[in-house]
T-cell receptor, first 114, second 117 residues
Framework: DGGITQSPKYLFRKEGQNVTLSCEQN?????MYWYRQDPGQGLRLIYY???????QKGDIAEGYSVSREKKESFPLTVTSAQKNPTAFYLC?????????????FGQGTRLTVV | AQSVAQPEDQVNVAEGNPLTVKCTYS??????LFWYVQYPNRGLQFLLK??????LVKGSYGFEAEFNKSQTSFHLKKPSALVSDSALYFC???????????????FGTGTRLTVIP
């Protein structure tokens, strides 16, 4: 089946630790995105990538880092610099960044700081 | 700046009745509009989109949406609600690429739909 796979589904982080969220897609999509979802705030863009080895900051990139070494993979690292990392993280991909193309989403990773 | 407003945090409707989830937008340019649905602890599923052409757009699971340029609205509708339609619904807008960047999606804050048996 084609789709986007995020892992793990639940992740617990101690304060001061870096953690990496995985996102893999087999849809052959060029563009990939990371969003953060908090209650009552909708989705906010963290980072996006249009092609391999290229990525751009979104609206709330501080405290996060990404890489795009392969077309299929777009991992997100939540660093210790992110002061409020507890949230639901969603990865998405689309055929291109054309304005009329819809994004497809993974099932999400819920990160909790303990 | 682009923005999307979903004025209702919660919509309740009886099963079998028509439902409407409201969305208004503000963009500088022609908008591309999308509706997504989210079930608990899951990702977003694409329902439908408006790009151009007919103002009434039909999508998945019997949903449709009407683009109204004069009112800058894109309300989601369904003639007869099902209990299984209960979920969180997001409206999103995208405008063509600007000089600085990308065709990113801007999301509303979501509307929780509850269909009462």
């Amino acid at each position: 089946d084609g789709g986007i796979t995020q892992s793990p589904k639940y992740l617990f982080r101690k304060e001061g630790q870096n953690v990496t969220l995985s996102c893999e897609q087999n849809l052959n999509h060029d563009a990939m995105y990371w969003y953060r979802q908090d209650p009552g705030q909708g989705l906010r863009l963290i980072y996006y990538s249009q092609i391999v080895n290229d990525f751009q900051k979104g609206d709330i990139a501080e405290g996060y880092s990404v890489s795009r070494e392969k077309k299929e993979s777009f991992p997100l690292t939540v660093t210790s610099a992110q002061k409020n990392p507890t949230a639901f993280y969603l990865c998405a991909s689309s055929v291109s960044q054309g304005a009329g193309t819809e994004a497809f989403f993974g099932q999400g990773t819920r990160l909790t700081v303990v | 700046a682009q923005s999307v407003a979903q004025p209702e945090d919660q919509v309740n409707v009886a099963e079998g009745n028509p439902l409407t989830v409201k969305c208004t937008y503000s963009v500088s340019g022609n908008p591309y509009l999308f509706w997504y649905v989210q079930y608990p602890n899951r990702g977003l599923q694409f329902l439908l989109k408006y790009i151009t052409g007919d103002n009434l757009v039909k999508g998945s699971y019997g949903f449709e949406a009407e683009f109204n340029k004069s009112q800058t609205s894109f309300h989601l509708k369904k003639p007869s609600a099902l209990v299984s339609d209960s979920a969180l619904y997001f409206c999103a807008v995208r405008v063509p690429r600007t000089k600085t960047g990308a065709n990113n999606l801007f999301f509303g804050t979501g509307t929780r739909l509850t269909v009462i048996p």
